[in-house]
């Protein structure tokens, strides 16, 4: 396929896409009785800001934001850390008990976590994480997503480097610091940037782990828009608007470290 | 490694600040007694519920309120965990449906609330029978109350030549069928002539107008298997099968008010608290709260918010008297006021509105006649237990997988597992 | 797959552990413990605020006469076998499609990925909103263009239909980014090698590249079926599970039977279930893409 026909299929696709986003943003500059108006109309008759400021009021975002970006951030360290360290146990040792660890893993991933909601809540109770930012940074962190990710990325480094770096004379931590990991980097980028954005868009474990308003987070605020009778658009769709940027800040920021790494060649995904 | 180092730096400033923002907290925790108060928001009725109360916790300087706002939908799930963990909140608002779902937990407050025995006089007794327990001990204390109502885009009717005001006084299920097909033919944008909101508590409102109810009299048993249930279920077949109503929402997603608001439905089924909605967010058209039309009787069905605290709870005479000092007569006219509800207070009939008045006037006059056994039917457990099921049944025969006696007698059977 | 005898020490115990020793940890305190206490509950019957009676394997033979039970389970089939080939097809086309270096590639593979980035909510209620039978644009644009409206929402099939098709929308740009990384991969003179060889572009890309890129499809399938199986918020903020039963999963009716009817023992019953189908599914797929179990 020649440049321009892809350019062309790139930007066709890209509208597909776009358009209920379009839809989203643009609507949030509508004033609140414009959205449902019939017949729709898709640019807003008197543009306003309205929305923006209105969402506002609805709560201490800044805090929010702050509580939400701590989260985050640690979360996605912590996940990062631990999750290519047991990637890499997985994948490149031989021990007995690696592929029970392994699927019973994933078989988690399959019970719906309002399933075992009530337990974690106790547990959580017990240990005294209710109501801390740890409690929703701590328990999720551990996701085997991460793992599974790794993982199967890792199977494809060469064993030959390892063998070479242990003759040598290196210690297991050695070889993990300045060798595994450093080929990781793209893997470690993808993981870096689901981390970021399930903690950012996190729901569930906000909701079970908190109940005072101080450490609510972003989402935990936003879902109040979606009330009983009827959804706040306006103040949702604006604050729905000033959330995503982080994430696409971070997206656009990560991936291209995971350009940069593939350049070194001859690594296998 | 640029990208790591930038991480660090964001997270060490994230940790300062949060560091921060944490030390101010801890300080002021020393001397106070903190009320944890769980909410949901319809507009804002966090807020003004703070604002209300804000003379009695200025008189009270060491007692807080710490105000967590929790979507509707999450609601009880959240209720449900914190009471199951030990930790439920101080003071809650409550729907009746919540009050007949976690009665078990609620505190009982004969002989506990100041005031109770004034309370009980004073507000609606279809409210505070929505406030009690299967033993008759009040549980809760009513904050607004709900009526379930029609609104109606006066524009179009007047278009038509009705004077709905007159109509409307004393019209029954047929004239108000020809009323809306009227309304609908002779108003270009109007497509059709009633959105009906897509919830079971709403469609019992013509359950009871034709006569019927859920139970029996002593709550114990199902008693829908009759001809008025099938009235009232085929009366709403009828009303989609003719083009009145939508099939996309029964049947679909799409909203009843926006429809109404789109000016695509003469008259909308909903409730006593789209008046404030509306009054924001209409200004293409005239609309008006109007009065419902009868079949066998002219009901509505009472709905409505409450206020309560758990057993167990770690500040029980604090909560009490929070609760006792909210629902007088003052504070309870201003929090009403103020988040655009009626009172359940029977004393509170007059409250001075900034707007639409006349649309409470309507609204309360539709609870005067509803009868009691309204609030009865809905604080049974056990029919709220199969609200999502009768919701499901009534869609199933309005779709025409089934016939509306099919679903009439589903609902009676799967009812009977739960109602005791 | 044989596994090959490694030189080396790759035989170890204590290291491998200690790597995954902080996972383990977590994992096992927050998850696997309240996971078995939870589906433990499968054996009583619990009303959340009540006190557990134990009951055996009621909850169980009950299941396996309940309609609904088999009812949600055909709809949830019917789902994720739709979802998860399109899912597929769809995020490996688009990481063909913008694996390559070209200048401001970055900026359509950030678009495509917004989507993922989107609260399901936020994407359940936009959708609910353009594919509205009356008030939606998408049949408004129908409408004016001179054809008739879709019942997007308001019929059984298209219902299910819809919601496959906004779930693509929604996750597709997320395995699209594991697809790019897997792509990128490849090294470039496989490319030449194989044009060399005379290989048009359909030999090379399933003798080539659909080969090497096993374990991410492995992942990806994976991960989309189990979530396919899990799929509750969008569903739920979309059609409500309706029109009628028509797009009431699994998870709808574990939530409704838990927290409306207040059973958890059932609830945990069902979802032992869910599990052991969806882990059934999983192992076929590690088979099917014959899943390295051992480093290579």
């Not at chain 1, 990062?80 to 592929?99: C, E, H, P, Q």
Request: aromatic share 12%; charged share 15%.
């Amino acid at each position: 396929m020649n440049r321009i026909s892809r350019y062309i299929v790139l930007i066709i696709v890209a509208y597909l896409i776009i358009f209920p986003l379009l839809w989203i943003v643009v609507s949030s500059f509508k004033p609140q009785r414009e959205l449902f108006i019939y017949p729709p109309k898709l640019l807003p008759m008197r543009p306003t800001i309205q929305n923006y400021i209105e969402s506002l009021k609805y709560g201490d975002w800044l805090l929010y934001f702050r509580n939400t970006c701590f989260v985050a951030v640690v979360r996605t360290v912590l996940m990062v850390v631990i999750n290519t360290m047991a990637g890499y146990a997985l994948s490149k040792f031989i021990f007995r008990g690696r592929d029970a660890i392994f699927y019973s893993m994933i078989a988690t991933l399959m019970i719906p976590l309002q399933v075992i909601m009530v337990p974690i809540f106790l547990l959580l109770k017990s240990l005294g994480m209710l109501n801390t930012l740890w409690g929703i940074i701590i328990p999720p962190s551990a996701t085997p997503t991460g793992v599974f990710l790794t993982r199967q990325y890792m199977l494809s480094i060469p064993n030959s480097m390892i063998e070479a770096a242990r003759i040598d004379g290196g210690g297991e931590w050695f070889i993990f610091r300045r060798i595994i990991f450093p080929l990781s980097q793209p893997i470690v980028a993808t993981v870096g940037i689901f981390s970021f954005m399930w903690s950012w868009n996190d729901f569930l474990w906000p909701f079970i782990v908190i109940s005072t308003s101080k450490l609510n987070t972003l989402q935990l605020a936003l879902a109040n828009f979606v009330g009983q009778y009827q959804i706040n658009w306006g103040s949702l769709l604006a604050m729905t608007v000033i959330t995503m940027i982080p994430m696409i800040v971070v997206f656009i920021l990560f991936q291209r470290s995971f350009i940069r790494g593939m350049t070194a060649g001859g690594v296998k995904f | 490694m640029k990208r790591k180092g930038l991480l660090v730096v964001v997270f060490l400033l994230c940790t300062a600040a949060l560091a921060l923002a944490g030390g101010k907290q801890e300080a002021a925790a020393e001397e106070e007694i903190v009320l944890s108060a769980l909410w949901f928001d319809d507009a804002d009725e966090s807020s003004v519920f703070l604002a209300t109360m804000k003379d009695y916790l200025s008189a009270n300087p060491n007692i807080a309120i710490d105000m967590q706002v929790i979507p509707w939908q999450d609601f009880e799930k959240k209720l449900k965990l914190m009471i199951a963990g030990g930790n439920p909140p101080d003071v809650a608002r409550l729907t009746n449906n919540h009050v007949a779902m976690l009665f078990e937990s609620l505190l009982e407050l004969d002989g506990k609330l100041d005031k109770l025995d004034e309370f009980k006089k004073v507000y609606f007794s279809g409210s505070m029978a929505l406030a009690t327990n299967p033993d008759g001990n009040t549980v809760a204390i009513p904050t607004e109350a709900t009526a379930n109502g029609m609104l109606g885009n006066v524009t179009y009717l007047e278009n038509v030549g009705v004077d709905i005001g007159t109509v409307s006084k004393s019209w029954d299920w047929d004239e108000w069928v020809n009323v809306m097909n009227k309304a609908k033919d002779g108003n270009q944008k109007a497509q059709f002539g009633l959105s009906y909101d897509f919830s079971p508590h709403r469609w019992s409102t013509l359950l009871f107008q034709a006569g019927g109810r859920f139970l029996n009299e002593s709550g114990t048993a199902m008693a829908f298997d009759n001809n008025k249930s099938l009235d009232a279920l085929n009366f709403f077949k009828m009303l989609h099968d003719e083009g009145i109503c939508p099939k996309s929402v029964w049947m679909g997603s799409e909203q009843a008010q926006e429809m109404f608001k789109a000016g695509l439905a003469v008259f909308h089924i909903g409730g006593s608290w789209w008046i404030n909605a509306y009054a924001k967010d209409i200004q293409d058209f005239d609309w008006a709260a109007i009065t419902m039309a009868k079949r066998e009787i002219r009901s509505s069905v009472f709905g409505g918010k409450f206020i309560a605290t758990f057993k167990g709870g770690k500040h029980e005479e604090e909560a009490l008297r929070v609760m006792s000092v909210f629902s007088d007569q003052k504070h309870n006219a201003q929090y009403c006021r103020d988040t655009f509800n009626l009172s359940a207070r029977s004393d509170n009939s007059d409250i001075d509105y900034p707007a639409r008045k006349a649309d409470f006037v309507t609204m309360a006059d539709e609870l005067s006649v509803t009868p009691a056994y309204t609030a009865e039917d809905w604080k049974s457990p056990g029919l709220n237990k199969i609200y999502s099921y009768i919701r499901e049944q009534i869609v199933e025969g309005l779709l025409g997988n089934q016939t509306m006696e099919q679903t009439m007698k589903n609902i009676q059977q799967e009812g009977n597992k739960y109602v005791k | 797959m044989r596994k090959k005898k490694l030189k080396g020490n790759f035989n170890q115990t204590l290291a491998p552990l200690l790597f995954l020793s902080p996972n383990i940890i977590i994992f096992g305190l927050f998850i696997v413990v309240p996971a078995i206490l939870g589906l433990r509950m499968s054996l009583y019957q619990w009303s959340i605020l009540g006190e557990p009676v134990f009951i055996g394997l009621k909850n169980f033979t009950e299941l396996f006469g309940d309609s609904m039970f088999w009812l949600t389970l055909k709809n949830t089939l019917i789902y994720v076998f739709l979802a998860v080939p399109l899912l597929l097809v769809v995020s490996l086309l688009l990481g063909l499609l913008t694996a390559h270096r070209l200048p401001g590639i970055g900026i359509f593979r950030a678009l495509y990925y917004v989507p993922a980035m989107l609260s399901l909510i936020i994407v359940g209620i936009s959708w609910r909103w353009i594919l509205g039978e009356e008030m939606g644009i998408l049949n408004y644009l129908l409408k004016a263009a001179g054809g008739m409206p879709v019942h997007w929402l308001t019929t059984d099939t298209m219902a299910k239909l819809s919601l496959v098709l906004v779930t693509v929308w929604a996750t597709a740009g997320f395995y699209m980014v594991m697809f790019i990384a897997g792509l990128q991969a490849i090294p470039d003179d496989l490319y030449a090698a194989a044009s060399i060889d005379g290989a048009n572009k359909w030999q090379t890309f399933f003798r080539i590249i659909l080969p090497l890129l096993r374990p991410t499809v492995l992942v990806v399938l994976v991960l989309s079926t189990i979530n396919a199986f899990k799929a509750f918020e969008l569903i739920f903020v979309m059609t409500g599970g309706g029109p009628g039963y028509a797009t009431k999963f699994q998870v709808q009716n574990i939530y409704l039977v838990a927290f409306e009817q207040d059973r958890m023992g059932y609830a945990a019953a069902n979802s032992i279930i869910l599990l052991a189908i969806i882990g059934l599914l999983t192992m076929i797929q590690f088979r099917m893409t014959r899943g390295e179990l051992a480093g290579e």
